[in-house]
């Protein structure tokens, strides 16, 4: 079976990190996502990687109300490649569209990009 590779960017949101733990919402956020990913992509059989492009970018849900309010918003990006057969990457980017329970996925963009050989698994970054 032959063997595709692709070049892949998520963006979506993180909801309901506590607020006093306000200094490590962007690491929360991006290895919740990039923990999915990867165990998305070892689950499959598909080899490449995943790593966080996240600008920081944190958002109150409300904040004429923050003093009833504790939880927040992130932004949070993750890109990466990955390669596999065409059935395995089209699970994979279904599962990248799907995100973890705690995120809502907003875009996924992919693109075909030339394979590698010798990989022999998916890394975290």
Do not use: C, W
Not at 97 to 114: C, F, H, K, L, Y
């Amino acid at each position: 079976m032959s063997s595709k590779r692709i070049s892949y960017k998520v963006t979506g949101d993180v909801q309901g990190i506590p607020r006093y733990i306000r200094g490590m919402v962007i690491a929360v956020g991006t290895e919740l996502a990039r923990s999915y990913t990867s165990k998305q992509a070892n689950s499959i059989g598909v080899t490449g990687f995943v790593k966080n492009v996240s600008d920081g970018t944190v958002r109150r849900l409300s904040s004429h109300m923050e003093a009833l309010l504790s939880d927040l918003v992130v932004k949070i990006q993750v890109q990466g490649e990955a390669q596999g057969s065409p059935d395995a990457l089209k699970e994979f980017i279904g599962h990248l569209n799907t995100g973890p329970s705690a995120a809502s996925v907003n875009r996924v963009e992919q693109s075909d990009i030339g394979s590698k050989s010798g990989e022999s698994g998916f890394s975290v970054k």
